[in-house]
């Protein structure tokens, strides 16, 4: 039987089924309400990981977990990613993975966050204008500091992870993959090798009408939806996977934690399997 926890970095325990608050709206009004209601139902059901970033908003959805969680529940853990930052108000976002930028977004997630330690803090994106050594080496001060917990990177290739854990241990990934969208497909596989998790960002994507008739077909005979059928297929494929599905509505978030409860049969995963491919989609993590 498909495990239901795994514990990040070897000692912190998680329910695998996650949540990406990267959906949730963070102006004022009825949408930020609602936002709020939407984090607070994950941790009722049950959520143990929600995933957040500096970019979502320039920290607004690190202040909005905040707000709705706030003295956070045992077992809780947010995590969040640094390592892009704004060029002035407005301005487009670059990466910038300079170690005194990188101290500053800490520090200043740590107040957002109302916490005194990030227990896992990822790097968004690999800055190629910057060492690797100078970014991830950052992060192991910070975490030696204990300000960081564990440390986590974010859209690497296999090389890249290799370099960084000759730096310090890497307790987690965060990189595009779905049913549909296996491109990263090698970093899994190192992930699964070392005992790394493995969140996978955009979870769910769907690709030619022939891809999305067949998920249909096994939703239906599973008496499921196509979106479970995606979350269930990631749930079996690797015991390090730990999806991080996004949504803004309470409905669509009880719906995706039922899907630990589909059991695709080995034949339905071995059709699900031959739908390998890439679905390439605008949009961040």
């Not at 719906?255 to 049969?265: F, G, S």
Request: hydrophobic share 40%; with cysteine.
């Amino acid at each position: 039987m498909t495990s239901s926890v795994f514990r990040i970095g070897g000692d912190l325990t998680v329910r695998r089924s996650g949540f990406g608050a990267m959906h949730l709206p963070t102006d004022p009004g009825p949408g930020r309400e609602r936002s709020v209601a939407v984090a607070r139902r994950a941790v009722e059901l049950g959520i143990t990981l929600i995933d957040t970033a500096y970019l979502y908003g320039g920290g607004a959805n690190e202040e909005l977990l905040a707000e709705a969680l706030h003295p956070y529940p045992d077992g809780l853990v947010v995590t969040t990613k640094v390592g892009v930052e704004q060029s002035g108000p407005g301005g487009e976002w670059r990466l910038d993975g300079r170690p005194a930028v990188l101290r500053d977004q800490v520090e200043r997630a740590l107040r957002r966050l109302r916490v005194e330690r990030i227990e896992l803090l990822q790097l968004h994106r690999v800055d190629p204008e910057t060492p690797l050594a100078d970014q991830v080496g950052t992060l192991r001060d910070l975490r030696t500091e204990g300000k960081i917990g564990r440390i986590g990177l974010s859209e690497v290739t296999v090389a890249e992870l290799d370099r960084a854990r000759r730096i310090t241990d890497i307790a987690s990934v965060q990189n595009r993959y779905s049913l549909l969208d296996r491109e990263h497909e090698p970093v899994l596989a190192a992930c699964e090798a070392a005992g790394i998790a493995f969140l996978p960002w955009r979870p769910v994507a769907w690709g030619g009408a022939g891809a999305r008739a067949e998920v249909a077909a096994v939703a239906a005979e599973l008496g499921a939806s196509p979106t479970q059928v995606a979350l269930a297929w990631l749930l079996g494929r690797s015991p390090v996977i730990l999806p991080i599905p996004g949504t803004a509505r309470i409905d669509h978030l009880e719906e995706n934690l039922a899907a630990e409860r589909v059991v695709i049969t080995p034949a339905q995963r071995a059709r699900l399997d031959r739908l390998s491919g890439t679905t390439r989609t605008d949009g961040e993590d």
